[in-house]
């Protein structure tokens, strides 16, 4: 009788963990299948950027990242807007995937002219190229509940800070400023004012996507002979200003906004 009950209390404890794991499942394929449905992902045909959707019925260019809209882009450098940048050649552009990088790690003091022969490292690049990062929500959110389109003035602030593939001390940071092609950025941003203009029923905000550089090589420890491979990306600056791009991103206002 106690292993019918022992067997009887197996099967229920199964059957609530499957019923569990089924609902589970089933409420996250409804969430997406939610998700799909209100943006109408169906009617979107795909672009060279993976992350960017053609929506045939809005005639409009969506962002899957940002999961809603994307127009009005502008090229910034020196702190202002120089020219408006056609959606199509804003999609072809270079975009880099700086996910999972480190920040320098400066633990150790340097004096601001090592001679190069004292260095502890030795950084040997072997390319460095322009690109850009997908950047971050800059201003804020303007609503535009209607009854027309508006165009509204919005503040925006950016900024972006050197990274790297692996960790790096101050006397490496060192030898990677030396073997650079290019004038190395540890750090840049930009403040700035550029007006929008929202359709009704939507709402806007700016995102800044920084122009960086992307340099790659080795370091080798000069005492040890130990190399390691490394990645980074550094801001580019015109002026002093973080060098970037202006994306407004537009988004249906929900129901009762």
């Not at 990242?65 to 199509?88: A, C, H, K, M, T």
Request: net charge negative; aromatic share 10%.
């Amino acid at each position: 009788m106690s292993i019918m009950k022992e067997k009887t209390l197996k099967f229920g404890v199964m059957a609530v963990l499957m019923l569990g794991v089924f609902f589970i499942a089933f409420s996250q394929f409804t969430k997406k299948a939610e998700a799909s449905e209100s943006v109408g992902l169906a009617n979107m045909l795909p672009t060279v950027n993976e992350n960017i959707l053609y929506d045939k019925n809005e005639e409009k260019y969506f962002d899957l990242r940002e999961n809603g809209y994307i127009d009005e882009i502008y090229e910034v450098r020196g702190g202002e807007v120089v020219r408006s940048i056609p959606i199509q050649e804003y999609i072809n552009h270079p975009e880099a995937e700086v996910q999972s990088l480190e920040e320098p790690h400066l633990d150790l003091e340097v004096p601001l002219f090592t001679p190069y022969a004292e260095l502890v490292y030795k950084y040997t690049e072997t390319s460095n190229d322009a690109v850009r990062i997908f950047g971050e929500r800059a201003s804020i959110i303007q609503d535009n509940p209607g009854p027309g389109a508006d165009t509204f003035s919005l503040a925006y602030s950016s900024s972006y800070s050197h990274q790297f593939s692996i960790s790096v001390n101050a006397d490496m940071l060192k030898a990677i400023k030396v073997g650079v092609g290019y004038s190395y950025t540890e750090t840049s941003s930009i403040t700035s004012t550029h007006s929008m203009t929202i359709n009704a029923g939507y709402s806007g905000y700016w995102r800044f996507d920084p122009n960086v550089r992307r340099t790659m090589g080795s370091v080798k420890n000069n005492k040890t002979g130990d190399t390691q491979t490394l990645r980074a990306y550094y801001p580019m600056q015109v002026a002093g200003k973080l060098d970037g791009t202006l994306v407004a991103v537009k988004t249906p206002l929900k129901q009762g906004n």
